[in-house]
């Protein structure tokens, strides 16, 4: 079973980046497109942004597009994802997920998830 390990969350404020990293000590991430999804308090999960299993498309959602990139290395079973320009509406729980088919931005397309990890953007 993939069991995806998110790290990088923090406290930051408005205007300044974080890099998030999500490690897969168990199993190759080779065979998944890989996504970040996060959660705020009293609201759902949300897309944030997905990429392709050998990394040659990428996705994101309009809120993010421009200030965030996601990257992945195969080879360290590692996701990552380059945040810049932080608004405090990006704080939120952020989770590393990995799936087979389906949307890439619908939460059931991913079967398995990492913990989370937190982003507070400060104003």
């Known amino acids: 079973q993939v069991q995806p390990v998110e790290s990088g969350g923090g406290l930051v404020q408005a205007g300044g980046s974080l890099t998030l990293s999500c490690v897969d000590s168990?199993?190759?991430?080779?065979?998944?497109?890989m996504a970040w999804f996060r959660q705020a308090p009293g609201k759902e999960r949300e897309f944030v942004a997905a990429?392709?299993?050998?990394?040659?498309?990428?996705y994101y959602s309009d809120s993010v597009q421009g200030r965030f990139t996601i990257s992945r290395d195969n080879a360290k079973n590692s996701l990552y994802l380059q945040m810049n320009s932080l608004k405090p509406e990006d704080t939120a729980v952020y989770f590393c997920?990995?799936?087979?088919?389906?949307?890439?931005?619908?939460?059931?397309?991913?079967?398995?998830w990492g913990q989370g990890t937190q982003v507070t953007v400060s104003s």
């Open positions: 997920a990995a799936g087979q088919g389906g949307n890439y931005d619908h939460v059931r397309a991913y079967h398995y």
């Open positions: 990429i392709s299993r050998i990394g040659f498309s990428t």
């Open positions: 168990g199993r190759s991430i080779s065979p998944f497109r």
